[in-house]
C-alpha cells in the first residue's frame, strides 16, 4: 500500500500576528477618533454661522423698512406693520438652544445664537455673534461662556474667538 502525504500548512493566524493587528487598529483608532470628533465640532459651529448669517439680508430689508426686527415668523397679517420677524428661532435648528435678536430700531443690530441641542460637548454653550455697526458692515465673533473642550480651530476664518 502506498502511503499517503497530508500537507498539514499553516491553518489560521499566530496568536502573534494577531496581536499586531490589533495593536495598528489601536494606533489608527487613538489618531483618527480624536480627528473625527475637531471635524464635527468645526463643521457645527460653520453651520450654525452659516444659519445666522443667512439673516442678514432679512434684517437689512426690515431695518431699510424702518420696521422693529423681531424674531419668529410672519405669517399673521393682523401683526403690527412696524415688527417684522426675520423668520428664525432656536426649534429651527437643532444645534442652536438660544437665539436672540438685540435690536430694536437701531442702526446697530445684534444676532446671536448660543450652540446646544445635538452640538458636541466641546462647541456647547459657545455663542456666535452678528453685529452689524452704524455704517452697515457685518461683524462675526463666537464668545459665550466657551465649554471646556473648546479649541480656537473650531471657529471658521470670518468669525474668530472673541
Not at 406693520?81 to 435690536?103: K, Q
Amino acid at each position: 500500500m502506498q502511503e499517503i502525504k497530508m500537507n498539514h500548512g499553516q491553518k489560521g493566524f499566530t496568536l502573534i500576528e494577531l496581536m499586531i493587528v490589533v495593536a495598528i487598529i489601536g494606533i489608527l483608532a487613538a489618531v483618527a477618533i480624536p480627528q473625527y470628533q475637531d471635524y464635527t465640532a468645526r463643521s457645527q459651529v460653520a453651520r450654525v454661522v452659516g444659519e445666522v448669517s443667512a439673516l442678514k439680508a432679512a434684517v437689512e430689508t426690515t431695518m431699510q423698512r424702518g420696521a422693529t426686527i423681531i424674531k419668529g415668523y410672519t405669517d399673521d397679517l393682523t401683526k403690527d406693520p412696524d415688527e417684522i420677524a426675520i423668520g428664525f428661532d432656536e426649534t429651527a435648528s437643532d444645534l442652536i438652544d438660544t437665539f436672540t435678536i438685540n435690536s430694536g430700531t437701531t442702526a446697530t443690530p445684534e444676532v446671536v445664537a448660543k450652540l446646544g441641542g445635538n452640538a458636541s460637548a466641546a462647541v456647547k454653550g459657545a455663542e456666535v455673534k452678528l453685529v452689524r455697526d452704524a455704517n452697515g458692515r457685518w461683524s462675526c465673533t463666537i464668545g459665550g461662556t466657551l465649554p471646556t473642550g473648546w479649541k480656537d480651530s473650531y471657529a471658521p476664518s470670518g468669525c474668530p474667538k472673541s
